[in-house]
């Protein structure tokens, strides 16, 4: 019995989520609330991803306001 192929990030793919991932960690700590607010949620997304992919991230940062 042959399972199902798994589908993986390009390296490409790799490098475009973690800029995403720390360009959304940058506006986490904007003064704006809304804009920190879905910055936060966005991340959290996206580091779902970073995990499923099994790569390296920090969720939590002290460097929110």
Avoid at 14 to 34: F, G, I
Avoid at 35 to 58: D, K, M
């Amino acid at each position: 019995m042959t399972g199902y192929a798994k589908p993986e990030l390009t390296q490409g793919e790799q490098e475009k989520l973690k800029r995403v991932y720390d360009d959304l960690l940058e506006l986490a700590s904007s003064d704006v609330p809304s804009v920190a607010a879905a910055a936060r949620a966005a991340l959290a997304q996206v580091a779902a991803a970073l995990s499923g992919e099994g790569l390296h991230y920090e969720l939590y940062s002290k460097n929110w306001k």
